[in-house]
């Protein structure tokens, strides 16, 4: 067994605090990765702070993980020791269901094996996260990181990057489309970013006025703050899809009047409460309500490349795990620009 050090969350919304525990030994499919960078996802909060209901504790969150290649099994063939690799929200599934067979192993029959806050298949193995110094994965769920993206900007991308990814992707995103971004932090300003590699006029909509001229840099062609009503006005109809990435419960109808007749909102923020919806609001102009689930692993690499064509990754502010939950609550209060990533390093020892 592998002692692993780590950050854990012992019961349900108590501070992170230093843990340490045992990984397996790589079997002959799985590959050992010394990690160096964790991202940051709000997501990470909800589950800390069982919002969602069901977390198993301690746990060891973190599911934006890049690090470098330690040990193979003897069945591996695509990675060798010394390489970069990364790993997302899963780390195994049955691999013979039909969601598995199609690449989408996120909807698993026999359910996932989720990089936290899970179980592996044998479904007594607790799985713990990134906030610590290795992983075993198997090889079919570890992702190739281009080279020449920086390592730490480039973590984000296994979880803020192919969630928004899929979304533009499977709605088509072409280039004229008119884009609206909902909530800019780390989800937010991936859509901007991936939504103007594709060519989208993009809008970003955010309760922050201060993120005004970030959304510009990030590649936005218009920025309009939800707290003046006026913008529900001024933007009613316009949207062709809209990507919504609030994490806080807020009104869907609102934002549904900004499309045009046929336009999509996918949900990607996941409040802990639900939120009523009026169907007039769909009704009126065949508008569509959808949701979307990260993405599988073959879409998940196709993203890396994108962003390695297209030179993109996360803007970061790189943390010691020491002060997680500082970051934790920067992130509720809106105050991060645009992700924070843990250096690993700052857990040796
Ligand atoms: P984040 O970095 O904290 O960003 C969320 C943004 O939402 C904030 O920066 C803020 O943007 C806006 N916001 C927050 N509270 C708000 C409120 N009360 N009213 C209106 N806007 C508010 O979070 P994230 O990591 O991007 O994650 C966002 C959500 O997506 C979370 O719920 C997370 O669990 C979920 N998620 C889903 C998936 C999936 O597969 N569907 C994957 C990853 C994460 P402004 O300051 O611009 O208003
Ligand atoms: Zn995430
Ligand atoms: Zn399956």
Same mark, same amino acid.
């Given at each position: 067994m592998l002692k692993t050090n780590a950050y854990a969350a012992p019961t349900a919304g108590t501070p992170l605090a230093p843990y340490s525990f045992e990984r397996r030994e790589p079997g002959p499919e799985d590959v050992l990765i010394d990690i160096l960078y964790c991202g940051v996802c709000h997501s990470d909060i909800h589950q800390a702070r069982d919002e969602w209901g069901g977390s198993i504790?301690?746990?060891?969150?973190?599911?934006?993980? @890049? #690090?470098?290649? *330690?040990? /193979? +099994?003897?069945? %591996?063939?695509?990675?060798? @020791? #010394?390489?970069? *690799?990364? /790993? +997302?929200?899963? %780390?195994?599934?049955?691999?013979?269901?039909?969601?598995?067979?199609?690449?989408?192993?996120?909807?698993?029959?026999?359910?996932?094996?989720?990089?936290?806050?899970?179980?592996?298949?044998?479904?007594?193995?607790?799985?713990?996260?990134?906030?610590?110094?290795r992983i075993v994965v198997a090889e079919r769920f570890t992702?190739?990181?281009?080279?020449?993206?920086?390592?730490?900007?480039?973590?984000?991308?296994?979880?803020?990057?192919?969630?928004?990814?899929?979304p533009l992707r499977q709605w088509q995103c072409s280039p004229g489309d008119r884009v609206g971004v909902v909530g800019l932090g780390g989800l937010g300003h991936m859509a901007v970013k991936l939504a103007a590699s594709m060519g989208a006029e993009v809008t970003v909509l955010s309760t922050s006025a201060a993120k005004g001229a970030d959304a510009l840099r990030l590649g936005a062609h218009a920025f309009e703050s939800t707290r003046d009503q006026a913008t529900f006005k001024k933007v009613a109809g316009r949207l062709d899809l809209i990507i919504d990435t609030i994490s806080a419960p807020h009104d869907y109808n609102a934002y549904l009047g900004l499309l045009r007749v046929r336009g999509a909102m996918v949900l990607l923020g996941v409040p802990p409460q639900p939120t009523p919806v009026a169907a007039f609001m769909l009704i009126s102009g065949n508008r569509r309500l959808a949701g979307s689930l990260i993405g599988g692993i073959a879409e998940t690499q196709e993203m890396l490349d994108h962003c390695a064509k297209h030179g993109i990754v996360s803007d970061i502010e790189v943390i010691p795990i020491q002060q997680i939950n500082e970051a934790y609550e920067r992130m509720i209060r809106g105050d991060v620009r645009y992700r924070f990533v843990i250096d690993i390093a700052s857990l040796a020892g």
């Open positions: 504790f301690p746990m060891v969150p973190g599911h934006e993980i @890049v #690090g470098r290649v *330690a040990a /193979v +099994g003897s069945k %591996v063939t695509r990675f060798a @020791v #010394g390489d970069i *690799a990364g /790993v +997302g929200c899963m %780390v195994d599934s049955c691999r013979t269901c039909h969601p598995c067979r199609d690449d989408h192993e996120q909807f698993c029959e026999k359910g996932a094996a989720w990089t936290y806050n899970g179980t592996e298949m044998d479904r007594r193995t607790p799985t713990f996260g990134g906030y610590s110094t992702l190739k990181v281009p080279a020449g993206l920086d390592l730490a900007a480039a973590a984000p991308l296994l979880c803020a990057g192919i969630t928004t990814y899929s």
